[in-house]
């Protein structure tokens, strides 16, 4: 039995790391068609295992149906790392391959911090940092209101974790018990003008 269970745990390792491998593909692709309109190119790497952990494996999803009701939600607070939200989004085809190509360009929806789109599997727009997990809170809390199973992810930066909004959002998680929210920090050791170090 337990053999059985270690295979299948190594089964699922190569298939998210064989994803995770496609969406960086995809990420230069993208930022090289983006060109002089720029793109986080650091922060949407950084975030390729745990989208795809999340997307790949976790998370409840149908990917015929990106607005079910039931769906895992998720949440990019640090909507700069939109890059690794994409190509995740793509993976389960809720993006196509040529709209990731009009990343940043007339024509398509896909900017350099998600913007609400559900039937292509983008929940909420962000752009101010330390917000996310704010908004978790209400997501979570309306799904446990309206008696909906379904659990929040939430991505955050360990930079945007300076905020005082995050510390108020997670004391107010645990005052409400939801244990429906998941909050995920991307810990990669730098912010924008710096490494979190050198920067409070």
């Not at 190509?87 to 990731?100: N, P, V």
Request: hydrophobic fraction near 35%.
């Amino acid at each position: 039995m337990e053999e059985c269970s270690l295979k299948k745990r190594d089964q699922i390792i190569r298939e998210i790391t064989k994803m995770s491998n496609r969406m960086r593909k995809k990420v230069l692709e993208m930022a090289l068609a983006a060109g002089s309109d720029s793109s986080h190119f650091g922060g949407g790497l950084s975030i390729i295992e745990i989208t795809a952990t999340l997307y790949g494996k976790i998370m409840r999803i149908k990917r015929d149906n990106p607005k079910w009701i039931e769906r895992d939600r998720f949440i990019l607070s640090k909507g700069h790392g939109c890059l690794g939200y994409y190509t995740a989004l793509s993976e389960i085809g809720y993006i196509s391959e040529d709209d990731l190509l009009l990343f940043e360009k007339t024509g398509g929806y896909l900017f350099g911090h998600p913007v609400m789109k559900r039937d292509k599997g983008i929940e909420f727009s962000n752009g101010s940092l330390g917000m996310g997990l704010s908004l978790g809170n209400g997501v979570a809390l309306a799904g446990k209101k309206r008696n909906i199973n379904y659990n929040v992810y939430v991505l955050l930066g360990d930079g945007e974790c300076n905020e005082g909004s995050v510390w108020e959002a997670a004391m107010s998680a645990a005052h409400y018990q939801l244990n429906n929210l998941i909050g995920i920090v991307d810990k990669n050791n730098f912010q924008q003008n710096g490494s979190n170090v050198e920067i409070m």
